[in-house]
C-alpha cells in the first residue's frame, strides 16, 4: 500500500508541482489550501507524513504541528520555511517536528528526508503493534570523539559510567545527539551485547503508554488482537534508553516509577509479573528540576532516573569538533547517495564556521547530505549550502568583535535595553549563545 502524504500549501502551483513528483515515486498525496481544510484531513483520515508550510492564510505551521500530534502522534511532519525563519523551523523539531526543508529547494531533497524516515521505521507499523529491537555489539556503535576540551570531558564521563548499572541523565540542545550518546554508554557496558531499545517518549499516547512499556495479552482492551511484548521485557538484560522522557504524563511517571523500583512488570490484562533486569538512560532537553518545581514531573522519579546525570555540549561549544564532523557527515552521505565528494570549498568553510548551529549536529548531517546530493563537483560549492547557512555568515561579519572592544559591558547593557531585557533576544543581537550572556553578566556583575 502506498504511503500517505498530506500536503498543506497555499500556492496552488507549488503544491500541484510537489504532488506530481511525490505521486510519480509511489506515493499518494492529497493537499489543502488552508490550515481548516488540513485539520478537517487529519482529523478523518490516517497519514504517514504531514508536509506543511510554516506560514498559511489562516493557520501556522506550528499550530498544525501541535495538533496533528495530539490526533494523530504517528504522522511524521515536516515544515517548509523561509530561510528567514529557520528559528521557528528549529524550535518546530525541538516540539516534535521530524524536519524542516528551506524554501527555494528541489523536490528530490524532500524526497530524502521522507525516504530516510521510511527506511528507519519500515519495520513498524502506524499503530505501535511491533516493537523493533537488535542487539546493539561493540564494534557497531558509530561515535565521534572530538578534541575540544568539553568534548574531551564529555566523552570521559561517559566511559567513567559506561561499565556501571546506574541510571543516567542525559541532558543537552536538541539534535546534539542524546541517542548516540546513549548508545556509546551502552557499548562501554557489560550489557554491550544485550538489547538497546529506544523509546521516543513524546511519540507515545499516554492512552497505550502502559501497554508500549510494559505489553499486554491478547484481548486486554479493544484492538489487542494479539499478546504483545513491551519496552522493558524487550530490553530485558540490556538497556532501555527513555528519549524525552519529560514528555511522560504524571500518570506514566507514576507507572515507569513502580517498574524502576520493583524491577518487576505486568503487561495490561495480565495477573502474571515479569522480573526484569534493565538498566535505564534517559534523555530530555527540557529543564526537569523546573518541571519538578512546577509538580510537572515527580521529584521521586527524577532521582532514580539522574542516578549520573551527563551534559552534551552544543556544537556552538566545540567548534573545534566541527570539521571532524563534518568528514564524519560526509563520508556517511557519500555512501548512502553513492556520490564521490571529497570535501567544502574555501567558501563553504568559511561559513560553516560562522554559523552558529542551532539545530546542532543533526542540522549538520541534514546540510552536508543535501548539499552532496545536489554537487556535481569534487567539493560543496558555495550555491548549494542553504540560505540559513550564508544570511548567518553576512550578519556575523556586521557583528561585534568582542575581542576588540573595551566597552563590551556597555554593549551587553544596549543589547539588554533594547530587547526588554529578554536575554535570548540581547544575545542574539549580540551574535553570542545564551550561556556566554550568563556567563558575562556574572562577569561583569550585571544584576536584572
Not at 496533528?68 to 517536528?97: F, R
Not at 515527580?298 to 551534559?311: K, Q
Not at 556552538?316 to 563520508?331: G, N, Q, S
Request: proline share 3%; hydrophobic share 40%; with cysteine.
Amino acid at each position: 500500500m502506498a504511503q500517505q502524504i498530506h500536503i498543506v500549501e497555499d500556492d496552488v502551483a507549488f503544491g500541484k508541482m510537489l504532488t506530481t513528483f511525490l505521486e510519480r515515486k509511489g506515493f499518494a498525496v492529497s493537499v489543502s489550501l488552508s490550515g481548516e481544510n488540513a485539520r478537517k484531513m487529519l482529523t478523518d483520515k490516517t497519514f504517514h507524513f504531514l508536509i506543511t508550510d510554516l506560514k498559511l492564510p489562516d493557520d501556522s505551521g506550528l499550530a498544525l504541528l501541535e495538533f496533528s500530534q495530539k490526533i494523530a502522534p504517528n504522522t511524521k511532519v515536516i515544515l517548509m520555511t523561509g530561510y528567514a525563519e529557520v528559528d521557528t523551523a528549529v524550535k518546530a523539531i525541538k516540539k516534535g517536528a521530524l524536519d524542516y526543508i528551506s524554501k527555494p529547494f528541489r523536490p528530490e531533497e524532500l524526497l530524502m528526508i521522507i525516504e530516510e524516515e521510511t527506511s528507519k521505521s519500515k519495520d513498524v507499523d502506524l499503530n505501535f503493534t511491533e516493537t523493533k529491537t537488535e542487539p546493539i555489539s561493540a564494534p557497531e556503535t558509530k561515535f565521534v570523539v572530538g578534541i575540544s576540551e568539553s568534548s574531551k570531558k564529555f566523552n570521559e564521563y561517559l566511559k567513567l559510567v559506561g561499565p556501571t548499572d546506574m541510571c543516567v541523565l542525559i541532558q543537552g540542545e536538541s539534535g546534539t545527539g542524546k541517542e548516540v550518546a546513549a548508545k556509546a554508554i551502552h557499548k562501554y557496558s557489560s550489557r554491550y551485547n544485550k538489547n538497546f531499545v529506544a523509546v521516543d517518549c513524546g511519540a507515545i499516547p499516554k492512552e497505550i503508554a502502559a501497554s508500549e512499556f510494559f505489553g499486554h495479552v491478547k484481548g486486554s482492551f479493544t484492538g489487542a488482537v494479539n499478546d504483545k511484548m513491551g519496552h522493558f521485557e524487550a530490553a530485558n538484560g540490556g538497556t532501555l534508553f527513555l528519549d524525552e522522557v519529560g514528555n511522560l504524563s504524571y500518570e506514566n511517571q507514576i507507572q515507569l516509577l513502580r517498574a524502576l523500583q520493583e524491577r518487576r512488570i505486568k503487561p495490561v490484562g495480565s495477573n502474571t509479573e515479569i522480573d526484569v533486569d534493565v538498566r535505564i538512560l534517559s534523555a530530555t532537553n527540557e529543564d526537569l528540576l523546573k518541571a519538578v518545581s512546577e509538580g510537572k514531573f515527580r521529584e521521586d522519579l527524577y532521582h532514580r532516573l539522574n542516578e549520573f546525570s551527563v551534559h552534551i555540549p552544543s556544537l556552538h561549544e566545540r567548534k573545534e569538533d566541527l570539521f571532524m564532523f563534518t568528514e564524519y557527515f560526509l563520508a556517511e552521505a557519500n555512501q548512502s547517495l553513492q556520490k564521490e565528494v571529497v570535501g567544502l570549498s574555501k567558501e563553504v568553510e568559511e561559513a560553516f564556521k560562522n554559523y552558529a548551529w542551532p539545530g546542532n549536529l543533526r542540522e549538520l548531517k541534514n546540510v552536508i547530505k543535501r548539499s552532496v546530493l545536489l554537487t556535481n563537483s569534487a567539493v560543496i560549492p558555495l550555491e548549494v549550502i542553504p540560505k540559513e547557512v550564508l544570511f548567518s555568515e553576512k550578519k556575523q561579519k556586521n557583528s561585534v568583535d568582542f575581542s576588540k572592544e573595551s566597552n563590551e559591558k556597555q554593549l551587553i547593557l544596549n543589547a539588554l535595553k533594547e530587547a526588554d531585557f529578554n536575554k535570548t533576544k540581547a544575545a542574539k543581537m549580540l551574535n553570542i549563545t545564551r550561556k556566554t550572556l550568563y556567563n558575562k553578566l556574572e562577569l561583569y556583575k550585571i544584576e536584572l
